[in-house]
């Protein structure tokens, strides 16, 4: 079965950070760009980071940008996301994801349209 495992959730004061970590089971995701996606309860869910299978990184809201910092390991089959000076509205369950129809970066492909999910892992930012 293809599915990300996502890890490294958890509960941080403001201003702390944390390291997510996506590991594919199942394929290799070396070939694959890779997105991560978070949902606030009640919100949809959004597309925050993404990396092409090169290695090149988008970050899709000016609020992430230079805060977060989206890689890749393909050595280890795992993409991380680097979340530094976390607020509490990155409260939120992230999820990583690909699409094999969307093989690249773009916060136009909506979220139904990616194939294989994660559970999830949960971050919420709370002093």
């Known amino acids: 079965q293809l599915q990300f495992v996502e890890s490294g959730g958890g509960l941080v004061q403001p201003g702390g950070s944390l390291r997510l970590s996506c590991a594919a089971s199942g394929f290799t995701l070396d070939y694959y760009a890779i997105t991560w996606f978070r949902q606030a309860s009640g919100n949809e869910r959004k597309a925050v980071s993404c990396?092409?299978?090169?290695?090149?990184?988008?970050y899709y809201a000016e609020t992430e940008k230079g805060r977060f910092t989206i890689s890749r390991d393909n050595a280890n089959n795992t993409v991380y996301l680097q979340m530094n000076s976390l607020k509490p509205e990155d409260t939120a369950v992230y999820y990583c994801a690909t699409s094999f129809a969307h093989n690249y970066c773009s916060r136009n492909v909506p979220f139904y349209e990616y194939d294989v999910w994660g559970q999830g892992t949960q971050v919420t930012v709370s002093s």
């Open positions: 990396i092409t299978n090169s290695g090149e990184p988008s």
